[in-house]
Nanobody, 124 residues
Framework: QLELVESGGGSVHPGASLRLSCTGS????????VAWFRQAPGKDREYIAS????????KYADSAKGRFTISRDNAKSTAYLQINNLEPDDTAVYYC?????????????????WGQGTQVTVSA
């Protein structure tokens, strides 16, 4: 079982930046594709970005291009989501997820392993 633990969330003002981390344990982290999703109150879980095991193949949701950057450091068994210029609409619980699917995928149903989420709140 791959266990994922997110960290780095918090309460910030509009315009701030955050770097979320997702650390894996229990299985070799480097073999898994990793993605970030978020879920705002009353809304469905939303895809943000994903990257393959090497970090060379990356996809973003159209809404995430420009302010979000996904990356990983397999030596630390950790993936990251950098969010710049945060907006109130970014308020959500942010989840990382992992899958053994080879091709980079946006589909929530493809992801087998999930973290517990980290809260990001953006308000003036």
């Amino acid at each position: 079982q791959l266990e994922l633990v997110e960290s780095g969330g918090g309460s910030v003002h509009p315009g701030a930046s955050l770097r979320l981390s997702c650390t894996g344990s229990g299985r070799p982290f480097e073999i898994y594709q990793v993605a970030w999703f978020r879920q705002a109150p009353g809304k469905d879980r939303e895809y943000i970005a994903s990257l393959n095991w090497s970090g060379r193949d990356i996809k973003y949701a159209d809404s995430a291009k420009g302010r979000f950057t996904i990356s990983r450091d397999n030596a630390k068994s950790t993936a990251y989501l950098q969010i710049n210029n945060l907006e109130p609409d970014d308020t959500a619980v942010y989840y990382c997820a992992a899958t053994g699917v080879a091709l980079v995928t946006r589909a929530l149903s493809d992801y087998r392993f999930w973290g517990q989420g980290t809260q990001v709140t953006v308000s003036a």
